[in-house]
């Protein structure tokens, strides 16, 4: 099939080589040129692992494209795939600019039958606006007999930073979301290949499942981490708490590891948009507004255990290790890791920072006054405390008793409890991780 995937962000540049590999022939659309320039040049724009050499298998197969010129790979197309960024707007709703902007371009160019499919995340009723948007602009000039046949489909993405091939090619479903049976069979041609559970419905249902997803998961990290701060006042151990419960097949285990709370480009701006949603709908969604202030709540509470082991930070040096939002990515957007070490900085530390792949998107982030460490041995050098922030092997890889040594006080602070079964305190650290200790 032919496809045209409009945006080559984390979502549109996974999903454009996927369907490459799968047999499929793909032209990805962004309007960033140096973007566009240096995928041309095998370049991936952030880090995932595989997806450079995964990018360069499928240009040597000739199987993918990139340009910044919609129309020039529009002919032939029997899919569009809009997967533009939805960030949130201040209020916490959703941001849809971009995905009604490139559903004016779609229109615009489109002179024959055609799939408009929706991989962005967006609220639910989103796609038929988009179809209405398409069908508009195609009727304004000339082309309301072929208006009549586009459709279009809602193809929610499910990819984990850090694994997001492995999701791409083992899904645990495949989700479509369209209004007939031709539609559901063309989408699903377009998967063919993958496992995974199909599950053909309603647009309305394709599009609540994603948020839906993501809610449940972001309540079950603030769930353990709520958790955390009661085995911490009574004594017990969060890790072999949360081991227990996940291996109920009713719970599982995944989501359950306490620390500094989500962050990332969907978990926040997700659950918040689906809380905007409810309560545009005249209904109060409750857990999900407590979800969001224990996610919160939880940067301050591990703040305060540092400020009550240290006394004070100001004046203290910091070492920080990890910048991205968890290990396996170099996203920083949301980053609980960022947003202490800035707060940290704010209250006078005097802070040192090393991650392996997120420095150069930090850089600009962050107080001139940081200092960012080549390695993460040279930002612990004279520490009075180190503080854990994205959950990188790397980390757990390191010569401990060099590390004693270079600290000038060996106190670790594990917010991902990266290091709780380290046994820490046998090489002369003091640990302070979220729930346990070691």
Not at 100 to 112: N, P, Q, S, T, Y
Not at 152 to 161: D, I, K, N, T
Not at 212 to 229: P, R
Not at 330 to 337: C, G, L, P, T, Y
């Amino acid at each position: 099939m032919n496809i045209v995937v409009i945006g080559t962000g984390y979502v549109g540049l996974v999903s454009g080589l996927g369907y490459a590999k799968l047999g499929h022939r793909v032209a990805c659309v962004d309007v960033d040129v140096a973007k566009i320039a240096a995928l041309d040049l095998g370049e991936v724009p952030f880090y995932e692992p595989g997806l450079r050499d995964l990018l360069r298998e499928m240009q040597e197969q000739g199987r993918i494209v990139f340009t910044t010129d919609l129309y020039s790979v529009a002919d032939g197309a029997e899919i569009f795939l809009i997967a533009v960024g939805t960030p949130p707007t201040a209020f916490g709703e959703v941001d849809l600019r971009a995905v009604f902007h490139v559903a004016d371009d779609i229109g615009k160019c489109l002179d024959h039958e055609a799939i408009v499919a929706i991989k962005s995340t967006v609220p639910v009723g989103t796609n038929r606006k988009v179809l209405d948007c398409v069908r508009e602009k195609m009727i304004a000039i000339g082309r309301e007999n072929v208006s009549r046949c586009i459709q279009v489909a809602s193809v929610p993405e499910f990819l984990s930073e850090g694994k997001a091939l492995e999701d791409f090619f083992a899904p645990h479903r495949i989700v479509i979301g369209a209004e007939n049976y031709t539609t559901h069979d063309v989408m699903g041609r377009l998967h063919a290949g993958l496992p995974g559970t199909r599950i053909c419905t309603t647009l309305e249902n394709a599009e609540l499942i994603k948020y839906a997803a993501n809610a449940f998961l972001a309540t079950k990290i603030s769930f353990i981490n709520e958790m955390a701060c009661i085995a911490e006042r009574v004594g017990a151990d969060i890790q072999t708490v949360a081991h227990a419960i996940g291996l109920d097949p009713r719970i599982g285990p995944s989501f359950l590891k306490a620390g500094i709370g989500y962050g990332g480009s969907c978990f926040p701006k997700d659950v918040s948009a689906l809380h905007q949603l409810a309560g545009l709908n005249g209904y109060d969604f409750k857990l999900l507004g407590a979800v969001i202030e224990v996610n919160n709540h939880q940067r301050d509470w591990f703040l305060r255990k540092i400020e009550n082991r240290l006394g004070s930070v100001r004046g203290r040096k910091i070492a920080a290790w990890g910048l991205a939002f968890k290990g396996g990515t170099d996203d920083i957007r949301e980053s609980a890791a960022l947003d202490i070490i800035q707060r940290l900085c704010a209250r006078g530390a005097e802070i040192s920072v090393y991650d392996p792949f997120a420095m150069t998107r930090a850089h600009g982030l962050l107080s001139d006054d940081i200092v960012f460490a080549p390695t993460a041995m040279d930002a612990a050098e004279g520490a009075d405390a180190l503080v854990v922030l994205t959950d990188w092997q790397e980390f757990r890889d390191v010569s401990f008793s060099t590390l004693r040594e270079r600290m000038v006080n060996p106190l670790i602070f594990d917010g991902r409890n990266l290091l709780a079964d380290m046994h820490l305190s046998g090489l002369g650290f003091q640990y302070e991780g979220v729930g346990t200790s070691g």
